[in-house]
């Protein structure tokens, strides 16, 4: 036993769980209060580790968990909305690293996501990539930073009378009911792997302090409005850049949100801002039709690829029965989780031609051998498991078994990218 346990609980103190996470990320104190700078972060979900000694103002490590919906494979080519734990704000304090600490908080995450009536997954986006996946995270989704110049054309022949009945209008961050507005168009728009918070989360998107603020623009959101209703949004920012006495700005999007026509119609408003001469997209997911419209990836400024949402399957069995499959499959998986031991062993996966999946334990001979993150990155039909196999990721003893059960994962298109949080 430890000379020195970690004990993991609710972090009752707000003060202590921010100045935690200040001196983790080695941000700036702000004038705001405590509560002020948590919101969006419920009370009943903010974790704190414990150990004794060290400084008695900061916690040995902290963690976060944002209410949201994440939006699986559903009937046809569509999406489904389940609960998921949004894991964030963790962070070990430095004098504590190398002690287990993040291992225990992510145990103690797992335990209450087990012990969580309707809640089966959690999901993350990580700041360091080689750490989650050593916990069962697979990475699920990728997304493209996109930078366009000035004037780009986007043609969509196809679209130009459905974005023609679309208009556009400016607002700031700051503006009563813009939270409100942005969760009901999330929520009304969200496709495969789409993550949506509660008001609270875009209550914290909207948040913003003197202190980061500083010679910026405040977030500016453009509406896009379709018969006087909401069906799409950018959340963005200007920074002014001049070269040769020439505007030279960059505006920088941080979220693009709605149908094709709606994206399309904010597009073409955010290229043709005065004084910019770069737009920069994050958040675009790997089929977003974005690139078809700019005609093609050398028809942009720039692409860079990223890892987007890690997703961890906390109960297995529900977790895979709760998406729809694909095509018919009758697989046994040999599956491997050292920090969720209520999901290692073998299962059943049996999927009809309706796309309901039935998972239980068996007693037969597994066909599949891989680690709970294999799945977890094929949960949404992003993660390839031929792929897998082929790079030593994933095991058969069946022949065509591998490829039996990622037929029944895979979907029309991959999942898009998911909004920080």
Request: glycine share 10%.
């Amino acid at each position: 036993m430890s000379e020195n346990p970690i004990r993991v609980g609710r972090a009752d103190d707000a003060e202590r769980f921010l100045a935690t996470d200040r001196t983790v990320w080695f941000a700036e104190a702000f004038a705001a209060s405590a509560e002020e700078q948590l919101v969006g972060l419920p009370e009943e979900r903010r974790f704190a580790a414990e150990m004794d000694g060290g400084d008695p103002g900061t916690y040995a490590g902290v963690y976060g968990v944002y209410p949201l919906t994440l939006s699986v494979p559903g009937p046809g080519a569509g999406a489904r909305q389940l609960a998921c734990s949004g894991l964030t704000w963790v962070g070990v304090h430095p004098d504590q690293r190398r002690k287990g600490v993040l291992t225990a908080m992510l145990r103690h995450h797992f335990e209450q996501v087990h012990e969580e009536d309707g809640t089966h997954v959690s999901a993350l986006h990580a700041s360091e990539p080689a750490i989650y996946g050593r916990y069962g995270y697979g990475l699920a989704s990728l997304e493209l930073e996109v930078t366009l110049g000035r004037g780009a054309t986007l043609t969509a022949p196809h679209l130009d009378e459905a974005a023609a009945g679309i208009t556009t209008s400016l607002a700031t961050v700051s503006e009563p009911d813009v939270a409100k507005r942005l969760r009901e168009c999330h929520l009304a728009s969200a496709g495969l792997g789409s993550v949506v918070g509660q008001l609270s989360y875009y209550d914290a998107v909207c948040s913003q302090f003197p202190e980061e603020l500083r010679g910026k623009e405040p977030l500016r959101v453009l509406f896009a409005r379709r018969d006087g209703v909401d069906v799409g949004f950018a959340i963005f920012r200007r920074t002014e850049k001049w070269e040769r006495a020439r505007p030279s700005g960059e505006l920088s999007v941080w979220a693009l949100v709605g149908d094709p026509a709606a994206q399309l119609t904010l597009l073409r408003r955010l290229v043709d801002f005065d004084l910019i001469g770069t737009v920069k997209l994050g958040t675009v997911g790997v089929d977003d039709p974005l690139l078809l419209w700019a005609g093609g990836p050398r028809a942009t400024a720039d692409v860079a690829t990223y890892d987007s949402l890690w997703v961890r399957l906390v109960d297995l069995p529900e977790a895979l029965q709760a998406r729809t499959w694909s095509a018919p499959c009758d697989v046994v998986v040999e599956v491997a989780d050292a920090y969720a031991p209520w999901n290692d062993g073998r299962w059943r996966i049996r999927a009809d031609a309706a796309g309901e999946a039935a998972v239980e334990r068996t007693a037969a001979e597994s066909e599949v051998f891989l680690r709970v993150e294999a799945l977890a990155a094929a949960y949404l039909g992003g993660g390839n498991l031929m792929a897998m196999l082929r790079a030593g990721l994933v095991a058969e003893q069946r022949t065509g078994a591998v490829a039996e059960l990622w037929h029944g994962m895979r979907t029309p298109v991959p999942p898009t990218a998911a909004v920080g949080f």
